[in-house]
């Protein structure tokens, strides 16, 4: 199963919003709506700030949001803050009982 | 509060076996999918196995699959990843995760190294 693809890089000046792409195929992202998002800082464990491509976990803040067109999910990041510097990973229900995860983008808040 | 803890980490030479552990608490061990996620130096997520909640279902990534055996312990909470056979490539931090394939991975452990080197 080949990875999802996400732009290595995105960046943003504090408050602005971000978009993050993710880009798989009708046998995954297209296919279901399974698409999660997660959040991972230098050397911590991933966190879960998106799943089911719009549902929020609790206590992650209403500025993440998801969505999904055909097959590709994004993940916007409005008013961005310091702390959002982080990389960032989709990942989606494969289709044979597996999960397929994006390669990574790397959010720089300028 | 959910914990859960990864262990048996560490250096193993190619073809041989190790056996990764992961202690869950602070939730109903019983009604939930587990899964394990593993993360090579500097890369990138990769998916590698997931068991039912009750043990009967177990599937896994296709670079490990046949090499690599997940079993649960609900009398323990706790999980094992039987790896044999490792390759170099297997060299990353393995994070064990709670969760099923389709509504995302709540939880993580904060990991454990497994390098895989002569």
């Known amino acids: 199963q080949s990875a999802l693809t996400q732009p290595p890089s995105a960046s943003g000046s504090p408050g602005q919003s971000v978009t993050i792409s993710c880009t798989g195929t009708s046998s995954d992202i297209g296919g279901y709506n399974y698409v999660s998002w997660y959040q991972q800082h230098p050397g911590k464990a991933p966190k879960l700030m998106i799943y089911?491509?719009?549902k929020r976990p609790s206590g992650v803040p209403d500025r993440f949001s998801g969505s999904k067109s055909g097959n590709t999910a994004s993940l916007t990041v409005s008013g961005l803050q310091a702390e959002d510097e982080a990389d960032y990973y989709c990942?989606?229900?494969?289709?044979?009982?597996?999960?397929?995860f994006g390669g990574g983008t790397k959010l720089t808040v300028l | 509060q959910v914990q859960l803890v990864e262990s048996g980490g560490g250096v193993v030479q190619p073809g041989r076996s190790l056996r990764l552990s992961c202690a869950a608490s602070g939730f109903t061990f019983t009604s939930y999918a587990m899964q394990w996620v593993r993360q090579a130096p500097g890369k990138g997520l990769e998916w590698v196995a997931v068991i039912s909640h009750d043990g009967s279902k177990k599937y896994y990534g296709d670079s490990v699959k046949g090499r690599f055996t997940f079993s649960r312990d609900n009398s323990k909470n706790t999980l094992n990843l039987h790896m044999n056979s490792l390759r170099t490539e297997d060299t990353a931090v393995y994070y064990c995760?709670?969760?099923?394939?389709?509504?995302?991975?709540?939880?993580w452990g904060q990991g454990t190294l497994v390098t895989v080197s002569s």
């Open positions: 995760a709670r969760g099923s394939l389709y509504f995302g991975f709540d939880y």
């Open positions: 990942s989606s229900y494969g289709g044979t009982n597996n999960v397929v």
């Open positions: 089911e491509v719009n």
